[in-house]
């Protein structure tokens, strides 16, 4: 997603609440960011669980408006200390924000994912 306007200030490990206006999908719902660019570009990653998100593969995105209600939560490394993360499912979306955020000289991570 492009932001049009001011873009969001979101970290890795954030979420945000999100409306698809105009797709007949607009309850809002949250979804963490997968990926946060430094030009305001960002990425949610979508399974197909329950209704909302059944139904979103069904209309077609590409082009519509989002509304995103501001940055949620305080999800942060624990500091400059090698980690373990420990995923399951689509609870990897905030991992993958937080590995795009890594520097090439941070601390190791080591990654378990279970499915």
Do not use: Y
């Not at 979804?31 to 209309?59: A, H, P």
């Not at 509304?67 to 939560?73: C, L, N, T, V, Y």
């Not at 993360?85 to 979306?93: C, M, P, S």
């Amino acid at each position: 997603m492009s932001p049009v306007g001011e873009s969001l200030r979101a970290m890795p490990g954030q979420f945000g609440v999100l409306r698809f206006t105009g797709a007949g999908t607009e309850e809002p719902h949250p979804f963490s960011f997968s990926k946060i660019c430094s030009d305001g570009l960002l990425r949610v990653t979508v399974k197909d669980l329950g209704d909302f998100t059944s139904d979103l593969k069904t209309v077609t995105l590409l082009g519509r408006e989002v509304a995103i209600q501001r940055p949620f939560g305080r999800f942060r490394r624990s500091g400059p200390t090698a980690e373990i993360w420990v995923e399951g499912g689509i609870g990897v979306t905030p991992f993958l924000a937080w590995a795009d955020a890594l520097e090439c000289d941070a601390p190791r991570v080591d990654l378990i994912v279970h499915h």
